[in-house]
């Protein structure tokens, strides 16, 4: 299986193909990586590539795999991505 990218390499990336220096190009990055940050709680979306929702998990019952003990999991709030149909496309055809 291919590594994954770095992030000097993603930024070079983005670099060469918008044709400006690395520096505007990581700074760039950073700022879209802050505004996803911040808009999370209203859903953020990245066009062509999808969307950053928080979603309400509810309280359900587990099971502790060590012992078998039946553990009951507290009710929380999670991040999820929710991936575009146009990226779905490219990448599986």
Request: glycine residues 10%.
């Given at each position: 299986?291919?590594?994954?990218?770095?992030?000097s390499q993603i930024v070079a990336g983005v670099a060469d193909a918008a044709g400006?220096?690395?520096?505007?190009?990581?700074?760039?990055?950073?700022?879209?990586?802050?505004?996803?940050?911040?808009?999370?709680?209203?859903?953020?979306?990245?066009?062509?590539?999808?969307?950053?929702?928080?979603?309400?998990?509810?309280?359900?019952?587990?099971?502790n795999p060590a012992t078998g003990e039946t553990i009951k999991i507290p009710a929380?709030?999670?991040?999820?991505?929710?991936?575009?149909?146009?990226?779905?496309?490219?990448?599986?055809?």
């Amino acid at each position: 299986m291919a590594k994954a990218m770095t992030k000097s390499q993603i930024v070079a990336g983005v670099a060469d193909a918008a044709g400006i220096a690395k520096k505007q190009a990581a700074a760039a990055i950073e700022a879209l990586v802050s505004m996803a940050y911040k808009g999370a709680k209203n859903g953020f979306t990245v066009p062509g590539l999808g969307k950053l929702v928080l979603v309400n998990r509810k309280a359900r019952m587990g099971r502790n795999p060590a012992t078998g003990e039946t553990i009951k999991i507290p009710a929380k709030r999670v991040v999820k991505f929710r991936v575009a149909k146009a990226c779905k496309d490219a990448i599986l055809g």
